[in-house]
Protein backbone atom coordinates (compact mmCIF):
# COMPACT_ATOMS: atom_id res chain seq x y z
CA UNK A 1 0.00 0.00 0.00
CA UNK A 2 1.70 3.56 -0.59
CA UNK A 3 0.79 5.98 2.21
CA UNK A 4 1.44 9.46 2.37
CA UNK A 5 4.28 10.70 5.27
CA UNK A 6 4.71 13.76 6.34
CA UNK A 7 5.27 15.75 9.74
CA UNK A 8 2.34 18.15 10.96
CA UNK A 9 0.81 20.40 12.81
CA UNK A 10 -3.04 19.65 13.73
CA UNK A 11 -5.17 22.51 13.58
CA UNK A 12 -8.93 21.50 13.78
CA UNK A 13 -10.39 18.31 14.63
CA UNK A 14 -13.98 17.91 14.58
CA UNK A 15 -16.76 14.87 15.10
CA UNK A 16 -17.61 12.95 11.91
CA UNK A 17 -20.34 10.46 12.49
CA UNK A 18 -20.62 8.35 15.59
CA UNK A 19 -16.96 7.50 15.96
CA UNK A 20 -14.75 9.33 13.88
CA UNK A 21 -13.12 12.69 13.55
CA UNK A 22 -12.01 14.93 10.52
CA UNK A 23 -8.25 16.17 11.36
CA UNK A 24 -7.22 19.51 9.43
CA UNK A 25 -3.20 19.42 9.54
CA UNK A 26 -0.76 22.13 8.39
CA UNK A 27 1.66 19.47 7.03
CA UNK A 28 5.73 20.29 6.12
CA UNK A 29 5.23 19.24 2.47
CA UNK A 30 1.84 18.87 1.56
CA UNK A 31 0.30 21.93 2.50
CA UNK A 32 -3.22 21.96 4.01
CA UNK A 33 -4.26 18.36 4.44
CA UNK A 34 -7.18 16.71 5.93
CA UNK A 35 -7.99 13.11 6.94
CA UNK A 36 -10.54 10.88 8.27
CA UNK A 37 -9.09 9.68 12.11
CA UNK A 38 -11.71 6.46 12.48
CA UNK A 39 -12.43 5.51 15.79
CA UNK A 40 -10.83 8.28 17.25
CA UNK A 41 -14.03 9.08 18.89
CA UNK A 42 -15.03 6.00 20.20
CA UNK A 43 -11.38 5.36 21.76
CA UNK A 44 -9.34 8.13 22.63
CA UNK A 45 -6.39 5.18 23.24
CA UNK A 46 -6.53 4.82 19.22
CA UNK A 47 -4.79 8.06 18.45
CA UNK A 48 -3.40 8.61 22.04
CA UNK A 49 -4.96 12.05 22.43
CA UNK A 50 -2.34 13.01 19.33
CA UNK A 51 -5.24 14.72 17.67
CA UNK A 52 -5.49 17.92 19.76
CA UNK A 53 -4.74 20.84 18.17
CA UNK A 54 -1.13 22.33 18.56
CA UNK A 55 0.31 18.65 18.51
CA UNK A 56 3.42 18.31 16.14
CA UNK A 57 3.56 14.83 14.83
CA UNK A 58 4.51 12.69 11.88
CA UNK A 59 1.98 11.14 10.39
CA UNK A 60 1.09 8.18 7.79
CA UNK A 61 -2.06 8.57 5.63
CA UNK A 62 -3.96 6.01 3.39
CA UNK A 63 -4.97 8.03 0.71
CA UNK A 64 -8.48 7.22 -1.00
CA UNK A 65 -9.34 6.24 -4.80
CA UNK A 66 -12.62 8.15 -4.47
CA UNK A 67 -13.30 11.13 -2.12
CA UNK A 68 -10.22 12.24 -1.79
CA UNK A 69 -10.31 12.10 1.80
CA UNK A 70 -7.59 10.04 3.65
CA UNK A 71 -7.63 7.95 6.19
CA UNK A 72 -5.11 8.44 9.38
CA UNK A 73 -3.31 5.13 9.28
CA UNK A 74 -0.91 6.16 12.32
CA UNK A 75 1.05 9.24 14.22
CA UNK A 76 3.48 9.64 16.25
CA UNK A 77 3.22 12.99 18.42
CA UNK A 78 7.15 14.92 18.15
CA UNK A 79 6.02 17.49 20.63
CA UNK A 80 2.87 18.46 22.50
CA UNK A 81 3.90 21.99 23.87
CA UNK A 82 2.72 20.99 27.52
CA UNK A 83 3.77 24.99 28.71
CA UNK A 84 1.47 26.01 26.38
CA UNK A 85 -1.43 23.47 27.54
CA UNK A 86 -1.20 24.74 31.05
CA UNK A 87 -1.44 28.11 30.60
CA UNK A 88 -5.15 29.36 29.33
CA UNK A 89 -3.22 32.82 27.82
CA UNK A 90 -1.00 30.92 25.77
CA UNK A 91 -3.46 28.27 24.57
CA UNK A 92 -6.08 30.79 23.27
CA UNK A 93 -3.60 32.85 21.37
CA UNK A 94 -2.18 29.59 19.91
CA UNK A 95 -5.69 28.53 19.10
CA UNK A 96 -6.40 31.45 17.17
CA UNK A 97 -3.13 31.21 14.96
CA UNK A 98 -4.66 27.49 14.33
CA UNK A 99 -7.81 29.11 13.30
CA UNK A 100 -6.29 31.77 11.18
CA UNK A 101 -4.28 29.12 9.30
CA UNK A 102 -7.07 26.82 8.40
CA UNK A 103 -9.39 29.91 7.09
CA UNK A 104 -6.47 31.00 5.22
CA UNK A 105 -4.84 28.49 3.40
CA UNK A 106 -6.53 26.29 1.06
CA UNK A 107 -6.47 22.76 0.85
CA UNK A 108 -3.31 21.25 -1.10
CA UNK A 109 -2.19 24.69 -1.29
CA UNK A 110 1.28 24.45 -0.12
CA UNK A 111 2.74 26.13 2.87
CA UNK A 112 6.29 25.25 3.78
CA UNK A 113 7.16 28.84 5.10
CA UNK A 114 3.89 28.52 7.31
CA UNK A 115 4.83 25.19 8.40
CA UNK A 116 8.10 26.59 9.68
CA UNK A 117 7.03 29.50 11.11
CA UNK A 118 4.00 27.80 12.96
CA UNK A 119 6.52 25.33 14.46
CA UNK A 120 9.06 28.13 15.48
CA UNK A 121 5.91 29.76 17.23
CA UNK A 122 4.76 27.01 19.13
CA UNK A 123 8.15 26.25 20.24
CA UNK A 124 8.74 29.61 21.04
CA UNK A 125 5.67 30.74 22.81
CA UNK A 126 5.37 27.03 24.91
CA UNK A 127 9.38 28.15 25.99
CA UNK A 128 8.88 31.33 26.98
CA UNK A 129 5.15 32.51 27.85
CA UNK A 130 6.03 36.52 28.42
CA UNK A 131 6.89 36.28 24.55
CA UNK A 132 3.23 35.32 23.67
CA UNK A 133 1.92 38.15 22.59
CA UNK A 134 4.61 39.40 20.54
CA UNK A 135 5.02 36.25 18.93
CA UNK A 136 1.29 35.78 18.11
CA UNK A 137 1.31 39.39 16.63
CA UNK A 138 4.34 38.57 14.36
CA UNK A 139 2.77 35.56 13.48
CA UNK A 140 -0.57 37.38 12.36
CA UNK A 141 1.81 40.00 10.17
CA UNK A 142 3.64 37.17 8.61
CA UNK A 143 0.66 35.11 7.88
CA UNK A 144 -0.93 37.92 5.81
CA UNK A 145 2.24 38.10 3.69
CA UNK A 146 2.15 34.17 3.42
CA UNK A 147 -1.60 34.48 2.24
CA UNK A 148 -0.36 37.42 -0.49
CA UNK A 149 -1.79 40.24 1.04
CA UNK A 150 1.84 41.82 2.45
CA UNK A 151 0.95 45.03 3.95
CA UNK A 152 2.92 48.57 3.81
CA UNK A 153 3.23 49.01 7.14
CA UNK A 154 5.46 51.73 7.54
CA UNK A 155 5.62 53.21 4.00
CA UNK A 156 2.53 55.46 2.54
CA UNK A 157 0.50 53.19 -0.41
CA UNK A 158 0.53 56.34 -2.59
CA UNK A 159 3.72 58.39 -1.89
CA UNK A 160 6.05 55.29 -1.11
CA UNK A 161 7.64 57.75 1.66
CA UNK A 162 7.59 56.76 5.20
CA UNK A 163 5.40 59.58 6.84
CA UNK A 164 6.15 61.61 9.14
CA UNK A 165 4.09 62.82 12.68
CA UNK A 166 2.38 60.68 15.35
CA UNK A 167 -0.88 59.49 13.59
CA UNK A 168 -1.65 58.18 10.01
CA UNK A 169 -4.53 56.60 8.63
CA UNK A 170 -4.36 52.97 7.16
CA UNK A 171 -6.51 51.61 4.30
CA UNK A 172 -7.59 47.93 4.66
CA UNK A 173 -8.22 47.92 0.76
CA UNK A 174 -5.33 49.87 -0.07
CA UNK A 175 -2.99 47.27 1.59
CA UNK A 176 -1.06 49.22 3.86
CA UNK A 177 -1.02 53.13 5.74
CA UNK A 178 -1.39 56.07 3.97
CA UNK A 179 0.53 59.55 4.65
CA UNK A 180 -1.36 62.89 5.92
CA UNK A 181 0.27 64.55 2.39
CA UNK A 182 -1.82 61.68 0.36
CA UNK A 183 -4.94 62.51 2.86
CA UNK A 184 -6.52 59.61 4.67
CA UNK A 185 -10.26 60.45 3.85
CA UNK A 186 -12.57 57.56 3.37
CA UNK A 187 -9.39 55.17 5.34
CA UNK A 188 -10.80 52.62 7.04
CA UNK A 189 -8.58 53.18 9.72
CA UNK A 190 -7.66 56.61 10.90
CA UNK A 191 -5.43 58.18 13.81
CA UNK A 192 -2.97 54.56 13.59
CA UNK A 193 0.21 55.72 15.01
CA UNK A 194 3.48 55.20 13.23
CA UNK A 195 4.93 53.95 16.02
CA UNK A 196 2.94 50.94 16.24
CA UNK A 197 3.37 50.70 12.38
CA UNK A 198 7.26 50.91 12.81
CA UNK A 199 7.06 47.66 15.32
CA UNK A 200 4.56 46.08 12.58
CA UNK A 201 6.72 46.51 10.09
CA UNK A 202 9.58 44.90 12.22
CA UNK A 203 7.21 42.00 13.22
CA UNK A 204 6.76 41.30 9.74
CA UNK A 205 10.64 41.25 8.29
CA UNK A 206 12.94 40.39 11.08
CA UNK A 207 14.63 37.74 11.74
CA UNK A 208 12.69 35.24 13.94
CA UNK A 209 15.34 35.68 16.68
CA UNK A 210 15.74 39.60 16.49
CA UNK A 211 11.65 39.52 17.62
CA UNK A 212 12.70 39.66 20.85
CA UNK A 213 14.70 43.16 20.90
CA UNK A 214 11.46 45.11 19.74
CA UNK A 215 10.03 47.36 22.72
CA UNK A 216 6.66 47.99 22.16
CA UNK A 217 4.33 49.87 25.02
CA UNK A 218 1.59 47.96 26.36
CA UNK A 219 -1.21 50.95 24.55
CA UNK A 220 1.35 50.10 21.04
CA UNK A 221 0.40 46.47 21.50
CA UNK A 222 -3.20 46.91 22.02
CA UNK A 223 -3.20 49.00 18.64
CA UNK A 224 -1.41 46.88 16.71
CA UNK A 225 -3.67 44.17 17.79
CA UNK A 226 -6.91 45.48 16.79
CA UNK A 227 -5.29 46.86 13.89
CA UNK A 228 -4.26 43.00 12.70
CA UNK A 229 -7.91 41.86 14.13
CA UNK A 230 -9.36 44.29 11.94
CA UNK A 231 -7.23 43.30 8.84
CA UNK A 232 -7.90 39.81 9.26
CA UNK A 233 -11.60 40.37 10.07
CA UNK A 234 -12.01 42.69 6.79
CA UNK A 235 -10.03 40.30 4.36
CA UNK A 236 -11.74 37.37 5.94
CA UNK A 237 -14.84 38.75 5.63
CA UNK A 238 -15.99 36.69 8.82
CA UNK A 239 -14.62 36.97 12.28
CA UNK A 240 -12.43 33.76 13.23
CA UNK A 241 -14.13 32.68 16.41
CA UNK A 242 -11.07 32.49 18.96
CA UNK A 243 -11.51 36.71 18.83
CA UNK A 244 -14.31 36.70 20.75
CA UNK A 245 -12.76 34.95 23.71
CA UNK A 246 -9.84 37.05 23.55
CA UNK A 247 -11.14 40.03 22.74
CA UNK A 248 -13.10 40.06 26.02
CA UNK A 249 -9.91 38.75 28.19
CA UNK A 250 -6.76 40.48 26.14
CA UNK A 251 -7.42 44.57 25.78
CA UNK A 252 -9.16 45.65 28.66
CA UNK A 253 -5.77 44.05 30.42
CA UNK A 254 -3.46 45.86 27.64
CA UNK A 255 -5.29 49.28 28.87
CA UNK A 256 -2.03 52.17 30.66
CA UNK A 257 -2.77 51.33 34.36
ZN1 LIG B 1 1.75 59.63 0.86
Not at 53 to 69: H, K, N, Q
Not at 211 to 229: G, H, N
Not at 242 to 248: G, I, R
Request: aromatic share 8%; net charge positive.
Amino acid sequence: MKFIKDSAIVVTGRDLGESDMLITFITREHGKMKAVAKGARRSRKRFLNALEPCTLLDFRIVPSRSSGLGRLDSVEVSENYPAIRSSAKCFMFASLCCELSDLWIHENDQAPELFKLFQWYLESIDKNSTNALRHTLAFKTRLLALAGYRQAWDRCVICGINPRGSKVGFGIDQGGCVCSSCGAEGMLLKDVSTGTLRSLAYLDSSGLPALDRLKMTRASMKEAWQLLSALHRHLLQRTPKSYNVLDSTLLPELNPS
